[in-house]
């Protein structure tokens, strides 16, 4: 078991090297050596998860030391138990299926060579960060998925506004993984190691625990896009779409909250820092999902949407609901993995990305169509998709947290925050949903394109994403097995509750009855200008977070940097010519005196000579 998952990162990892190096010349292009890897690390995941079904409890952890030095020591392996296993999978599923995707999607792109390496190292990392045994190899792959977005959100790298974004992005996550770099510091150097299983046994000062959780959270909040290290995810939307389909479900904003489900028991002990995640979690899942309610771009809808749904996952970790949160996490991987494939498939047909040139395509893709409207009934949180168990799972936590206290959470204050919001964002999600889903499939058609469904190489995947997204809350029917899966008996299963769910059902009916009704006076309209033509501006520069930011950070820093400039042009510079042309000048005249013309030296004998002589007769 070890071997495979060693196997699992290093698999991609070979590919992405031999990708680099030799894509161009490699047999068949570099989309069956990158497809085919992908596709033995998701066979191989299959007995690890197998093995955590069958027996929950057990952890199978072969680490090798690196090095000891002060005490503390640095160990290279891999650890793989129910969690592990089942994200690992997870990652694997949505990589294969984003590689295959991508055969259709990039066909002619110049650079499809290098794109492809870059995913299946984007894979190896997101894997790393999985199965490593270590912080400290965790925090390689962590760092190593920050160039991979980088480069793959910039992959359009000839457009001004693609630059832009993958440079936002790597400054921004960089901003939160700062914290979390001395985050890791702090917990493995007061552990005495940095292998997990030891910070989690180690008897940890309460001060060490406070500190190092919410350092930790910082490159939480950068890496799963939380508010304020939100705003970088939008722009990624820059990067080519099977892209943003891989960011968004299985690696990079997944990592965040994978790591507070990975070291959950340390942050548990800290009530402080589950209060810090549980307001950051109520801000952004509102926030986001208000701004999505105005977005153009579907793309940016579906971006915002991925804010909002992180911001449950991270809720429902605040209040203790260790399951619902992974839980939420592995549905969302499913639905929204098929809902930016399917937003691929119509910009595709279409060739542009902004609804107000769509309308009326539903006729036209017939396999688009069903598929993206199960993904958005899963997104929506209705009842029987995916999305409902988990999410209404996450809602039952925090109303148990909220009345009773239950589990490991964050106080009961804000564990009433989380629920109130959460159920406050059930309204605003459905409201988006359904205007995306009806300006985008109904109503006049906008385009002047020929709608022809996309090829099978685009399509297949839709199908088989469409199966999770429907079928995958079952899995939570029974509130203590998904839990026992993933090893967490020792905490309370929380299952959908009679009474949240259907207050929040309820909401996100009334959600849709609302947006359909406004659609409906005006179908070639934004129901959302009818509905808050004061707000919508607002909403639509989601709340001018990034205009506070470029007013506060950007501008002051270009300023500097001209002055910086300045300075050194006018001073430093200034200085170094300046000694430079002295020197030329001092030159210069000394050159008159040497330059080879005979009669000039004699007659400068000779008055040096009378000035000796008239010097000594005055001096007598």
């Known amino acids: 078991m070890s071997t495979q998952a060693w196997l699992l990162p290093a698999l991609p990892f070979a590919v992405a ?41 057990r952890v199978t952890e072969t680490t090798h030391q690196l090095l000891s030095a002060g005490g503390v020591t640095v160990t290279a392996g891999t650890r793989v138990d129910g969690l592990s296993a089942t994200v690992a999978l997870m990652v694997c599923i949505v990589a294969l299926l984003v590689q295959f995707y991508s055969i259709g999607y990039m066909k002619g792109d110049p650079r499809y060579s290098s794109y492809a390496a870059i995913v299946s190292l984007f894979t190896a990392a997101m894997l790393l960060v999985v199965l490593a045994a270590d912080l400290l190899m965790l925090l390689i792959g962590w760092e190593v998925m920050g160039i991979c977005s980088y480069l793959l959100i ?59 959780t919410l350092l930790l959270l910082c490159g939480v909040v950068g890496k799963s896009a939380q508010f304020p290290l939100h705003t970088w995810l939008p722009d990624a939307m820059a990067g080519p779409t099977p892209i943003s389909a891989l960011i968004h479900a299985a690696t990079m904003v997944a990592a965040g909250i994978y790591l507070v489900a990975r070291l959950f028991p340390v942050f548990t002990r800290s009530v402080v820092t589950l209060d810090v995640l549980a307001v950051i979690a109520a801000i952004t899942m509102l926030g986001a999902a208000l701004a999505a309610l105005a977005q ?66 539903r006729r036209g893709l017939p396999i688009t169509f069903p598929t993206m409207t199960i993904g958005l009934a899963a997104l929506a949180g209705l009842p029987p998709f995916s999305g409902f168990f988990s999410k ?40 988006y949903v359904t205007r995306l889903w009806l300006r985008t499939f109904f109503g006049p058609s906008r385009s002047a394109a020929a709608v022809v469904e996309a090829p099978f190489t685009m399509t297949l995947p839709l199908v088989l994403l469409a199966v999770p997204s429907a079928l995958l809350g079952f899995v939570g029917v029974d509130a203590n097995w998904l839990p026992r899966w993933i090893g967490v008996e020792p905490l309370r299963a929380f299952a959908p509750e009679v009474g949240t769910s259907v207050v929040s059902v309820g909401l996100a009916l009334l959600g849709i009855l609302t947006m359909a009704v406004v659609w409906r006076r005006d179908p070639t309209g934004d129901p959302i200008a009818r509905l808050a033509p004061a707000a919508r501006r607002a909403l639509d520069r989601a709340f001018y977070v990034d205009d506070a930011y470029d007013a506060t950070v950007v501008r002051p820093t270009f300023a500097a940097s001209r002055d910086v400039i300045g300075a050194d042009v006018h001073a430093v510079d200034a200085v170094v010519n300046g000694s430079g042309v002295s020197a030329q000048v001092a030159g210069g005249v000394l050159r008159l005196a040497q330059n080879g013309n005979i009669q000039a030296y004699v007659t400068g004998m000779f008055v040096g000579l009378v000035a000796i002589v008239v010097s000594v007769a005055v001096l007598a």
């Not at 030799?22 to 197998?50: D, E, H, K, M, Y």
């Not at 693609?162 to 921004?172: D, G, H, N, P, Q």
Request: proline share 3%; charged share 10%; glycine share 14%.
């Open 17 to 57: 090297i031999l990708g680099l190096l030799f894509g161009r010349r490699l047999p068949g292009g570099p989309a069956p050596l990158a497809v085919t890897a992908t596709l033995l690390s998701t066979v191989l995941a299959v007995p690890l998860v197998v093995g955590a079904v069958r027996a929950p409890t």
């Open 154 to 212: 910039g992959h359009y790298w000839e457009h001004e506004y693609a630059r832009s974004a993958a440079v936002k992005a790597f400054l921004t996550t960089r901003t939160g993984d700062v914290g979390f770099l001395f985050g890791i510091f702090t917990l493995g150097i007061g552990a005495g190691s940095f292998r997990i299983s030891d910070v989690l046994a180690a008897d940890l000062a309460h001060g060490t625990v406070v500190v190092g």
């Open 296 to 361: 153009d771009d579907i793309k940016r809808v579906l971006a915002y949407s991925t804010v909002s749904q992180l911001a449950y996952m991270a809720g429902g970790l605040s209040v203790g609901g260790y399951g619902p949160g992974i839980f939420h996490l592995l549905t969302h991987a499913g639905f929204k993995a098929l809902l930016f494939l399917a937003a691929g498939a119509v910009i595709h047909t279409v060739g542009t990305n902004l609804m107000s040139e769509m309308g009326g395509l």
């Open 392 to 431: 209404e799972s996450i809602l039952g936590a925090a109303h148990e947290a909220a009345t009773h206290g239950e589990g490991a959470a964050a106080s009961s204050t804000f564990a009433w925050l989380v629920l109130v919001v959460g159920m406050a964002t059930v309204f605003v999600t459905a409201a």
